[in-house]
């Protein structure tokens, strides 16, 4: 069975640092891996869809890695933002469905 | 292109009480998922339709939720009777194609219920 793990749970750092999220899972036999961009009160957004073909996508500031063989993803995200300030999902697909993890709460501060 | 609707955004209601949500899709999309997000957690599939047939409901409570998507566009989720457990944000998403594997899904705000 599939698990998915994001650690830490929830991060705060000054404007202007580079900083990475992570994200592990269980079975290392996965199509993709996406990262998703909650804001509160909102939706889920798609960040990254990172193909198990791929090693890496990147979107701006965003780049996203992906490891099959250890099972874990990083997000990385360069001169982070007050805008920044979300919480960030990592999910891969299992059983026909997305398995996300519990995500990673992050908070810029200016 | 409109994004995936979903109304209403908040609901309280007490226990035992029922509550139905509803969800319109992007034009086209084939797939149709609702999730579950209890606080602190990452949304849970409750079901997935393709079209308007059943692809996966094995983590629906099916003895107080029941779900259905009519002519294949539009969905709505109920639950009858609520429980406190089920204080959660209930996600609608919708996907091109059929699989939800490798599609890009799409989701709406959201709808906040709290049973009290």
């Known amino acids: 069975k599939q698990e998915v793990t994001q650690i830490p749970a929830a991060l705060s750092v000054p404007e202007g640092e580079n900083l990475v999220l992570n994200c592990s899972f269980t079975?290392?036999?996965?199509?993709?891996l996406q990262w998703f961009r909650q804001d509160p009160g909102k939706g889920l957004t798609s960040l990254l869809l990172?193909?198990?073909?791929?090693r890496e996508q990147t979107s701006g500031r965003l780049n996203a890695s992906l490891d099959k063989s250890s099972g874990r993803s990083t997000l990385y995200i360069a001169a982070s933002q007050p805008g920044d300030s979300a919480t960030y999902l990592c999910a891969v697909p299992g059983g026909g469905k997305l398995i996300f993890g519990q995500g990673t709460e992050l908070s810029v501060k200016p | 292109e409109a994004g995936v609707a979903q109304s209403p955004r908040y609901k309280i209601i007490e226990k035992r009480q029922s509550v139905a949500f509803w969800c319109n899709p992007i034009?086209?999309?084939?797939?149709l998922y609702w999730y579950q997000q209890i606080l602190g957690q990452g949304p849970k599939l409750l079901i997935q339709?393709?079209?308007?047939?059943?692809?996966?409901d094995s983590q629906l409570p099916k003895d107080r939720f029941s779900a259905e998507r009519l002519k294949g566009v539009d969905s709505t989720l109920k639950i009858q009777p609520a429980k406190l457990e089920d204080s959660a944000v209930y996600l609608c998403?919708?996907?091109?194609?059929?699989?939800?594997?490798?599609?890009?899904?799409?989701f709406g705000p959201g709808t906040r219920l709290t049973v009290l």
């Open positions: 034009s086209g999309h084939a797939t």
């Open positions: 339709f393709q079209n308007n047939g059943v692809v996966d």
């Open positions: 079975d290392s036999a996965i199509y993709n």
């Open positions: 998403a919708s996907s091109p194609r059929g699989s939800g594997s490798t599609d890009t899904q799409y």
């Open positions: 990172i193909q198990s073909s791929q």
